[in-house]
Nanobody
Framework: QVQFVESGGGLVQPGGSLRLSCAAS????????TRWFRQAPGKDREFVAH????????SYGDSVKGRFTISRDNAKNTVYLQMNNLKPGDTALYYC???????WGQGTQVTVSS
């Protein structure tokens, strides 16, 4: 059974940092690229970041470029999202998954507020 489980969310002040984790299981993780998306209340889902199977290719949504970094550890079946210089506009439910497998986690809430 394909599964993605996110963790690491929480409440942080503007300018702060968080690192999200996405633990995958039930499939060949090292053969699957992974994406992070986010969705804020009343807004459409927004692409955050993508990483290729080996981690050699990454891409980011315009609103997070230069602040967020996606990485992966295939030995741990885990993808990470390092988020720096967080802004109130980053407040959302963040979730990860595979577009190819059409499988996504339940998400972890990130709230940026003073």
């Amino acid at each position: 059974q394909v599964q993605f489980v996110e963790s690491g969310g929480g409440l942080v002040q503007p300018g702060g940092s968080l690192r999200l984790s996405c633990a995958a299981s039930g499939f060949s993780f090292s053969n699957s690229s992974t994406r992070w998306f986010r969705q804020a209340p009343g807004k459409d889902r927004e692409f955050v970041a993508h990483i290729s199977t080996t981690g050699g290719i990454t891409s980011y949504g315009d609103s997070v470029k230069g602040r967020f970094t996606i990485s992966r550890d295939n030995a741990k079946n885990t993808v990470y999202l390092q988020m720096n210089n967080l802004k109130p506009g980053d407040t959302a439910l963040y979730y990860c998954g595979s577009q190819t497998l059409n499988s996504w986690g339940q998400g972890t809430q990130v709230t940026v507020s003073s």
